[in-house]
């Protein structure tokens, strides 16, 4: 029986992602407790916020030392994708390191946000399984994570960037699938039946 | 690529959805839960509410119903109306909404869009400017209160000013062509898009199509409208409607 936990700490978007589980027939246990998080068989880490306020918040909670050590599957969403990876540069803030990449800020591109429906492209691995090359998914979000190894999901605005990161058990999307329509449901039923 | 977005704006005053003309005379068109399911099935890109005259009237946020609109809504959702302080507006996006729009508050307490910035990020905040042509000098004025107070600001000041505290996206609100379906004044839009880089929605006027393609074509990323979305035909009957995807505009 799948247990589905979600990082509380005060990300914005808790609510539409838990919404969006529901409609998959899943109520996630919200919580900040180590233990709950530990038990869990999946642990999606929501984000929408500032890093450098949702940083401390997850160092007051303790949270920053008990994530990166998850076993389980774990889906970081928008500022919780972020917020995996090494250093961001909003804030300049350091983030819980498991993917060794740097969050940079959209230089020479037409508009900051990146914000609206943008297109998927090479798609890799379980997370992706289903989607087509072209499917839109919903993106709002200033910082970028440059594509590399890790990368399993492309998206192009003037250059091509990480739209979805995997490494190991950690999985991540700089776009919201819990707003994407159709792709978004069908990557969070990805997530859910690893 | 980016595609434009499509934006359907609900007005609501307490649990109704009504509709404006000018930003005067709210008809009642229907239940805002019974719009937003309509626009679930419709596929529509993002959808914001809007409450009339909160801040005129000092009305307080509606967060019962923002909380049920949002649970009913599988799409980016953006909510102004009355937001006054940074508590009011995480607890709105603390809801599933993506963003919350600032009008009122944002030129009669300049700080706040800086700090809502700061606690919720920047590509959260948007700041509307409410604009007026004034027919003298052919200057766009900004307005808040519902249209009520000049800010004694033009469009070009306003819009710096905004993204300057942290504002991520802009929406022009044009005030005299509100449910006339006139069409869009891009002229007021046009004084601001090389000016700053935020994304900017266009809002007031639209009547079908051609208005949406018109700005789609200027580069304008955000394509918002409220009559043309909540009413049919000339006579103005309440059918809630969205362009199909698969129809390019």
Same mark, same amino acid.
């Given at each position: 029986?799948?247990?589905? %936990?979600?990082?509380?700490?005060?990300?914005?978007?808790?609510?539409?992602?838990?919404?969006?589980?529901?409609?998959?027939?899943?109520?996630?246990?919200?919580?900040?407790?180590?233990?709950?998080?530990?038990? %869990?068989?999946?642990?999606?880490?929501?984000?929408?916020?500032?890093?450098?306020?949702?940083?401390?918040?997850?160092?007051?909670? $303790?949270?920053?030392?008990?994530?990166?050590?998850?076993?389980?599957?774990?889906?970081?969403?928008?500022?919780?994708?972020?917020?995996?990876?090494?250093?961001?540069?909003?804030?300049?803030?350091?983030?819980?390191?498991?993917?060794?990449?740097?969050?940079?800020?959209?230089?020479?591109?037409?508009?900051?946000?990146?914000?609206?429906?943008?297109?998927?492209?090479?798609?890799?691995?379980?997370?992706?399984?289903?989607?087509?090359?072209?499917?839109?998914?919903?993106?709002?979000?200033?910082?970028?994570?440059?594509?590399?190894?890790?990368?399993? %999901?492309?998206?192009?605005?003037?250059?091509?960037?990480?739209?979805?990161?995997?490494?190991?058990?950690?999985?991540?999307?700089?776009?919201?699938?819990?707003?994407? $329509?159709?792709?978004?449901?069908?990557?969070?039923?990805?997530?859910?039946?690893? | 690529?980016? !595609?434009?977005?499509?934006?359907?704006?609900?007005?609501?005053?307490?649990?109704?959805?009504?509709?404006?003309?000018?930003?005067?005379?709210?008809?009642?068109?229907?239940?805002?839960?019974?719009?937003?399911?309509?626009?679930?099935?419709?596929?529509?890109?993002?959808?914001?509410?809007?409450?009339?005259?909160?801040?005129?009237?000092? !009305?307080?946020?509606?967060?019962r119903l923002l909380r049920e609109l949002a649970e009913e809504a599988f799409f980016p959702l953006g909510y102004g109306g009355g937001l006054n302080s940074v508590a009011d507006c995480a607890h709105v996006i603390s809801y599933g909404y993506e963003k919350v729009s600032l009008n009122s508050a944002a030129f009669t307490n300049p700080t706040l869009v800086n700090e809502v910035a700061k606690e919720l990020g920047c590509s959260s905040v948007v700041v509307s400017l409410d604009v007026r042509k004034d027919v003298q000098t052919g200057a766009y004025r900004v307005y808040t209160h519902s249209g009520t107070i000049d800010t004694g600001l033009t469009i070009e000041q306003a819009a710096r000013q905004s993204v300057d505290s942290g504002a991520g996206e802009l929406l022009v609100h044009l005030i005299d062509h509100d449910g006339t379906y006139q069409g869009y004044d891009l002229?007021?839009?046009?004084?601001?898009?090389?000016?700053?880089?935020?994304?900017?929605?266009?809002?007031?006027?639209?009547?079908?199509?051609?208005?949406?393609?018109?700005?789609?074509?200027?580069?304008?990323?955000?394509?918002?409208?409220?009559?043309?979305?909540?009413?049919?035909?000339?006579?103005?009957?309440?059918?809630?409607?969205?362009?199909?995807?698969?129809? !390019?505009?």
């Amino acid at each position: 029986m799948a247990r589905i %936990a979600m990082i509380d700490y005060g990300a914005g978007n808790v609510r539409s992602v838990c919404f969006a589980l529901e409609r998959l027939d899943v109520t996630p246990e919200v919580t900040n407790d180590a233990a709950q998080l530990r038990a %869990a068989s999946h642990v999606i880490f929501p984000g929408v916020g500032h890093a450098d306020a949702a940083m401390k918040e997850l160092t007051r909670l $303790g949270l920053d030392t008990i994530i990166p050590t998850l076993k389980q599957p774990v889906l970081g969403i928008c500022l919780g994708m972020q917020l995996l990876c090494q250093h961001t540069e909003e804030g300049d803030v350091n983030g819980l390191g498991v993917f060794p990449q740097n969050v940079v800020r959209f230089q020479d591109v037409p508009k900051v946000p990146h914000m609206g429906w943008n297109t998927l492209s090479e798609l890799k691995g379980p997370l992706m399984n289903g989607l087509n090359d072209g499917d839109f998914a919903y993106y709002v979000h200033s910082y970028y994570v440059p594509k590399s190894e890790f990368t399993i %999901a492309i998206t192009d605005y003037g250059f091509p960037f990480s739209g979805a990161l995997q490494k190991d058990n950690f999985f991540a999307c700089q776009f919201h699938p819990e707003k994407s $329509g159709d792709a978004g449901e069908r990557i969070l039923r990805n997530f859910l039946s690893l | 690529m980016l !595609e434009s977005r499509i934006i359907p704006v609900l007005g609501i005053m307490g649990n109704g959805l009504y509709k404006t003309v000018r930003f005067s005379d709210p008809a009642y068109v229907g239940d805002p839960l019974n719009a937003v399911h309509i626009f679930n099935e419709k596929g529509v890109n993002e959808l914001f509410v809007m409450a009339f005259r909160s801040s005129l009237n000092h !009305e307080p946020v509606p967060h019962r119903l923002l909380r049920e609109l949002a649970e009913e809504a599988f799409f980016p959702l953006g909510y102004g109306g009355g937001l006054n302080s940074v508590a009011d507006c995480a607890h709105v996006i603390s809801y599933g909404y993506e963003k919350v729009s600032l009008n009122s508050a944002a030129f009669t307490n300049p700080t706040l869009v800086n700090e809502v910035a700061k606690e919720l990020g920047c590509s959260s905040v948007v700041v509307s400017l409410d604009v007026r042509k004034d027919v003298q000098t052919g200057a766009y004025r900004v307005y808040t209160h519902s249209g009520t107070i000049d800010t004694g600001l033009t469009i070009e000041q306003a819009a710096r000013q905004s993204v300057d505290s942290g504002a991520g996206e802009l929406l022009v609100h044009l005030i005299d062509h509100d449910g006339t379906y006139q069409g869009y004044d891009l002229e007021a839009v046009e004084t601001i898009m090389h000016h700053v880089t935020v994304p900017i929605i266009v809002l007031g006027g639209a009547s079908g199509q051609e208005d949406l393609v018109r700005a789609k074509n200027m580069g304008i990323q955000g394509i918002a409208a409220s009559s043309m979305f909540v009413y049919y035909g000339k006579l103005r009957a309440v059918l809630i409607n969205y362009p199909d995807r698969a129809v !390019e505009i």
